[in-house]
């Protein structure tokens, strides 16, 4: 690896809050900033950023940069990022995020960037949406493949779905999310303190959007008095969230924590529950089987993988870190 130490890598992302993706980066970057010239553009400010601040790495605010369609912030953004590849001049640009990796993929692009890698943290077009929105998600995954030199996907399930992208299919690299199997966890007891002493607690943790499907279990609760529900995370749902525990009168039984690590939390649950719609690979599902939670899981993108695997070792961050590198030293 010593021959790689002057090669820059340039990650790119839309959001900068803390999720899957974004913490797919941050592992990358900081496990990878002694070895590789490293550095990090992003697009709304969040968790993400100050975290990578607090480590040394370089990062860029690309201000134009956000989730939603808009044709003058995204055409905007397109140039920031142009913009930015060719100052930076880097060898590789990973892209992460549907809307980071289109318009960055074709930046790169006209950049001339050597190395374009493209990492699917779940393929956008499975969302459960109206058939013309999936096939805009469709199109836009796609044409982020075409141009992308390689592209990494998170499970065996997006694999397939991959590999029938037209002329992308030689292109395709399974590299699963991976943690420290030897992380240590917290008590929990912020969890356990919040409810009646001796109840059965199901617990979930994820980001308060729509594909987290968190609502579920707020259904369940009412319609079963014994249930007592936890949920952390934050986001665009938690105050439609909050309105329903209030419609429902649960605040004694279900309760909203907000933003926690999960190493802090996962000793206060009797089960972990995963109700998404959608998943690529999630890492906080890989944490509740590390903690030996018993686990109630919708089957989506990888969950199954997880659940059924004998092997944990395919999971390790080691393991990850050693395949993306392998992938940057590919074509040179």
């Not at 990650?11 to 941050?26: E, L």
């Not at 943690?179 to 929990?188: K, Q, T, V």
């Not at 590390?290 to 390790?316: C, H, N, Q, W, Y």
Request: include cysteine.
């Amino acid at each position: 690896m010593e021959t790689l130490a002057r090669k820059k890598i340039l990650y790119v992302i839309t959001k900068s809050n803390w999720g899957g993706a974004q913490r797919y980066v941050f592992d990358l970057a900081t496990a990878l900033q002694n070895t590789f010239e490293v550095h990090v553009a992003f697009g709304q400010e969040g968790l993400l950023a100050q975290k990578l601040q607090a480590a040394g790495i370089s990062t860029s605010h690309v201000k134009a940069l956000q989730r939603d369609v808009s044709i003058h912030s995204d055409v905007k953004s397109f140039f920031e990022l142009l913009q930015l590849f060719r100052t930076e001049k880097p060898d590789v640009v990973h892209l992460n995020s549907s809307k980071a990796a289109g318009i960055g993929a074709l930046a790169a692009r006209l950049a001339r960037v050597p190395h374009i890698i493209f990492t699917a943290h779940g393929w956008p077009f499975a969302e459960k949406r109206n058939i013309v929105w999936r096939l805009f998600a469709l199109l836009g995954s796609w044409a982020t493949a075409l141009l992308s030199h390689v592209v990494i996907v998170v499970s065996k399930n997006d694999l397939r779905v991959g590999k029938r992208l037209l002329l992308c299919s030689a292109k395709m690299h399974l590299i699963y999310n991976g943690i420290d199997l030897h992380m240590r966890f917290g008590s929990g007891e912020n969890i356990r303190n919040a409810f009646p002493s001796g109840v059965r607690i199901v617990g979930t943790i994820g980001e308060l959007t729509h594909n987290k499907n968190q609502i579920a279990l707020i259904e369940q609760a009412k319609n079963n008095p014994s249930l007592y529900v936890a949920i952390v995370g934050d986001g665009e749902d938690y105050l439609y969230l909050k309105k329903k525990i209030e419609e429902y009168d649960l605040d004694t039984r279900v309760k909203l924590f907000g933003f926690m690590p999960a190493s802090e939390v996962l000793r206060g649950f009797d089960v972990f529950a995963l109700p998404s719609l959608k998943e690529g690979l999630p890492y906080v599902l890989l944490e509740a089987k590390v903690a030996s939670l018993p686990i109630v899981a919708e089957r989506v993108g990888g969950v199954g993988e997880i659940l059924d695997t004998k092997d944990m070792g395919v999971f390790s961050l080691e393991h990850m870190i050693q395949k993306t590198v392998s992938l940057y030293r590919y074509r040179w």
